[in-house]
């Protein structure tokens, strides 16, 4: 006797068996009218995964011109902007990582900030999630970070008729109010965050990126078994990617360094592993060279690597210059 197939497939005519062999009395023709009315609903409520898998694939060139249109957040360093194409980009997932003391918190609330610049500015007049797993978010470091960024628009105040309106959006109160902060105390609250962000995001429209500081700081305690691990940050990595292409948003990770082991000596790497190194669109480098940070464009599709250097003040992220000298961290 045959054995029964577990898996979905034709029985008889009219009938289809489905998952686990259970057979359903559905014809063929009912069927196939349950999957358009499926892929016509899933246009409607915005899902992205009807095109593809109903009405035919993208072409290269749609992914092309889309690409090229991709909303950009500025860093408040042009040399750090320039090579990123702009700044941190939506629909992209970036992980940024360096050694203690480098800035890493400092850029993710410069985004959390900038991200709020009004679109007759040339930003997105947006708001951030902030995920704090290590208790290094100051709110008195974002109100002066804010502060600073209402001082370099108001420069440019007078070329704007709508100039008033827009220090009215930017008052330090309103920068505060649209960043949503989360404070996460182990691995299992971040997973259920990140499985909460979808309906957070889908009640916040006007959310434009989301900042993990730092993806790496609970798994690498108590965790024995490493293949659970491995696939837990799979699975958070694959979440975070979905978001940003579901709502057009850039997802910016922070990462830790650690030791490894490498051509007969200790070296400098990013935490989580190898496996780790391929779960984000791009991957950035922030390091020391002498006295200055530089960040390093180490991996992403679209962008060549390249280096450049930029300096942590008192009023945030700010371009540098041969001559300075390391700035102790606020």
């Known amino acids: 006797m045959e054995k029964k197939e577990s898996s979905r497939q034709i029985c008889g005519k009219d009938r289809i068996i489905a998952l686990e062999g259970t057979d359903l009395d559905v014809p063929e023709s009912k069927a196939s009218e349950i999957l358009k009315y499926v892929s016509q609903t899933s246009r409607m409520d915005g899902s992205s995964r009807s095109p593809a ?38 629909r992209e997932v970036t992980e940024i990582g360096g050694v203690p ?17 009004p679109i007759e500015y040339g930003g997105l007049g947006g708001q951030a999630i902030y995920i ?4 290094s978010f100051m709110v008195e470091r974002v109100l002066q970070i804010a502060e ?20 009215v959006k930017m008052h330090p109160n309103n920068i ?26 889908t009640e916040h429209k006007s959310v434009k990126i989301i900042i993990l500081d730092s993806v790496t700081f609970h798994f690498r305690q108590e965790f024995d078994d490493m293949a659970r691990r491995t696939r837990l940050l799979s699975e958070m990595a694959l979440k975070f990617m979905r978001l940003s292409k579901k709502f ?13 082991f490498i051509d007969g000596s200790f070296q400098l790497t990013l935490a989580l ?4 190194s391929h779960m984000c669109t791009n991957r950035i480098i922030l390091y020391w060279n002498n006295n200055e940070r530089y960040a390093f464009i180490d991996k992403s599709p679209s962008l060549k690597s390249a280096s450049a250097s930029y300096s942590v003040t ?4 700010r371009n540098s210059s041969s001559s300075s000298k390391r700035i102790k961290m606020m």
């Open 53 to 90: 898998t109903f009405d035919g694939a993208q072409t290269a060139w749609a992914m092309l011109s889309e690409e090229n249109f991709l909303p950009c957040i500025t860093t408040s360093c042009l040399d750090l902007d320039n090579i990123l194409g702009g700044g941190m980009r939506c």
């Open 101 to 117: 003391g480098i800035g890493k918190t400092q850029i993710g609330i410069q985004l959390a900030v900038n991200v709020q610049i």
């Open 132 to 135: 704090d797993t290590e208790g």
């Open 148 to 167: 600073a960024c209402i001082e370099d628009l108001s420069e440019y105040a007078h070329l704007h008729k709508d100039a008033q309106d827009c220090k």
């Open 176 to 201: 505060l109010q649209n960043i949503f902060y989360f404070r996460v105390c182990s691995y299992t609250e971040q997973i259920a965050l990140v499985n909460y962000l979808d309906k957070f995001v």
């Open 248 to 260: 057009g948003l850039a997802v910016v990770m922070l990462n830790q360094v650690t030791t490894k």
């Open 273 to 276: 592993g190898d496996s780790w």
């Open 314 to 317: 008192s009023r945030g992220i």
